[in-house]
């Protein structure tokens, strides 16, 4: 089974903008809703943003306003577009199936914002 890959993550100042790509596996992607998950460091992974196959999508308030999710079904990809940065957004970035497949994570891609 291939795993996502994740890309775009970085070092922004506080009210910048990243926008995540996750590249994922046909089969996956063309069958479940996707989401972003993010974990900060000792804590557990937690969905963010999802979108339906759809492309309904949900936020968590603390991102709410802020990020926008896409998927593009030609390229199984989904996107995070990520507005008005703050610190506590620091964490690593994860895609993932909605509800998240347990042997389907990838890397994650890291996120730092910071002044």
């Known amino acids: 089974q291939v795993q996502p890959v994740e890309s775009g993550g970085g070092l922004v100042q506080p009210g910048g903008s990243l926008r995540l790509s996750c590249a994922n596996s046909?089969?996956?992607?063309?069958?479940?809703?996707m989401g972003w998950y993010r974990q900060f460091p000792g804590k557990e992974r937690n969905m963010i943003a999802a979108?339906?196959?759809?492309?309904?999508?949900q936020y968590v308030d603390a991102v709410k306003g802020r990020f926008t999710i896409s998927r593009d079904n030609v390229k199984n990809t989904i996107y995070l577009e990520m507005n008005n940065l703050i610190l506590e957004d620091t964490a690593i970035y994860y895609c993932?199936?909605?509800?998240?497949?347990?042997?389907?994570w990838g890397q994650g891609t890291q996120v730092t914002v910071s002044s």
């Open positions: 979108i339906t196959r759809g492309g309904n999508p």
């Open positions: 046909e089969s996956i992607f063309s069958s479940n809703a």
């Open positions: 993932n199936a909605i509800p998240a497949i347990r042997n389907y």
